[in-house]
């Protein structure tokens, strides 16, 4: 792990209290660092139409491209059991750093850090990038 790893992971861990997940149950916690080391977190925020559930890993990636983010370099994922994101947040990831480092933190276990990388979570990724 880099040494910052341990802060996005803490950061990760207490945004995890904020989650709002009363039908699931299971509250995730993300934190991610951009490129010029800015730290953004997010939360799984569900809804009773559940379609319209965010998980934790767009809410903070949201965060950071509200903030003028383009570039992610590594995301903390926290979770019970150190959960891998579900496709819809690998692709949504993927815009913003397909080879970014991923690391899943069981949140029984914080010390235990699964470390992985979404090209190897999300092969063959779908990208276009529009010409600015």
Same mark, same amino acid.
């Given at each position: /792990? *880099? &040494?910052?790893?341990? %802060?996005?992971?803490?950061?990760?861990?207490? $945004?995890?209290?904020?989650?709002?997940? &009363?039908? #699931?149950?299971? #509250?995730?916690?993300?934190a991610?660092?951009? $490129?010029?080391?800015?730290?953004?977190s997010?939360?799984?925020?569900?809804? $009773?139409?559940?379609?319209?559930?965010?998980?934790?890993?767009? #809410?903070?990636?949201?965060?950071?491209? #509200?903030?003028?983010a383009? %570039?992610?370099?590594?995301?903390?994922?926290?979770?019970?059991?150190?959960?891998?994101?579900?496709?819809?947040?690998?692709?949504?990831? $993927?815009?913003?750093?397909?080879? /970014?480092?991923?690391?899943?933190? *069981?949140? *029984? %276990?914080?010390?235990?850090?699964?470390?992985?990388?979404?090209?190897?979570?999300? &092969? *063959?990724?779908?990208?276009?990038?529009?010409?600015?």
């Amino acid at each position: /792990m *880099d &040494p910052g790893d341990q %802060q996005l992971i803490d950061a990760a861990l207490q $945004a995890q209290k904020n989650a709002y997940a &009363p039908y #699931s149950k299971f #509250s995730v916690g993300a934190a991610l660092r951009t $490129a010029n080391g800015e730290v953004f977190s997010g939360v799984n925020v569900e809804n $009773a139409s559940y379609g319209l559930t965010i998980c934790a890993e767009r #809410s903070a990636a949201v965060a950071a491209v #509200s903030a003028g983010a383009r %570039q992610i370099e590594v995301v903390a994922i926290v979770s019970k059991g150190g959960a891998s994101p579900c496709g819809a947040c690998r692709q949504f990831l $993927a815009e913003f750093g397909g080879g /970014m480092r991923v690391l899943l933190v *069981d949140s *029984d %276990q914080p010390n235990a850090v699964r470390e992985t990388t979404l090209d190897v979570l999300l &092969p *063959d990724q779908f990208s276009f990038k529009p010409t600015e």
